[in-house]
C-alpha cells in the first residue's frame, strides 16, 4: 500500500479519533475502543497501521503529560499491533471476528503485566515488587480483557467499513 496525502489524512484523524473515544469513555476505567481500533488498522494498513497508532500516542503525551505513565504507552499499543501482524491475512471471516476479538481481549488481560518492566525500571521495583504491582492492577486488566472482548465485536464490521472507505479514497 502507498502512503500517500489521502491516506495521511486518514491516519491523522484515526489517530484523533483514537483519542477523543479514549477520553470520551474516560469515566470508565479501563474500558476504550483502542484495541479495537488498533486491530482494524492493523489489519487494513499493515505496517502503516504504526503512524495512527503513534498519533495516539503522541496526542496521550500532549494532552496527558509526557510523564512516567506515557513511557509504556511506547511499546505498549505495539505488542497488540506486532499480535495481529502475526496472525494468517486468508483466515475465514467467522473464524478471524473470533481470532481478532481474543487477540484484543488478551492485550487487556495482559496489559498490567505489558505495563510492569517499565514500573519495574522506572520506580526501581523488584522482583516482588513488581508482582505485587501487577496484583494491584489485576482487576483492573480483568475489566481491561472482558471489555476489549466485546468491543471486539465490532472489529470485523469496521474492517469492512474501513477497507471500503480506503478504495473510495484511492
Known amino acids: 500500500m502507498k502512503l500517500n496525502t489521502n491516506r495521511m489524512a486518514v491516519f491523522g484523524l484515526m489517530g484523533a479519533l483514537m483519542y477523543v473515544a479514549r477520553q470520551v469513555m474516560s469515566a470508565l476505567p479501563n474500558i476504550h475502543l483502542t484495541g479495537m481500533f488498533i486491530v482494524v488498522m492493523t489489519v487494513v494498513y499493515r505496517r502503516q497501521a504504526l503512524y495512527p497508532l503513534y498519533i495516539f500516542v503522541l496526542m496521550e503525551g500532549l494532552f496527558g503529560g509526557f510523564n512516567t505513565w506515557w513511557l509504556p504507552y511506547l511499546y505498549i499499543w505495539t505488542v497488540l499491533w506486532g499480535a495481529v501482524m502475526l496472525l494468517p491475512r486468508n483466515m475465514k471471516p467467522k473464524k478471524a471476528a473470533v481470532v481478532y476479538a481474543l487477540v484484543c481481549a488478551c492485550h487487556g488481560f495482559l496489559f498490567g503485566i505489558l505495563y510492569a518492566p517499565a514500573q519495574a525500571l522506572i520506580?526501581?521495583?523488584?522482583?516482588?515488587?513488581?508482582?505485587?504491582?501487577?496484583?494491584?492492577?489485576?482487576?483492573?486488566?480483568?475489566?481491561?480483557?472482558?471489555?476489549?472482548?466485546?468491543?471486539?465485536i465490532m472489529i470485523m464490521p469496521l474492517i469492512r467499513v474501513v477497507q471500503q472507505m480506503d478504495k473510495a479514497i484511492q
Open 123 to 152: 520506580f526501581g521495583l523488584n522482583w516482588e515488587g513488581t508482582l505485587a504491582w501487577i496484583a494491584r492492577g489485576f482487576p483492573y486488566d480483568l475489566i481491561h480483557g472482558c471489555s476489549n472482548l466485546v468491543c471486539g
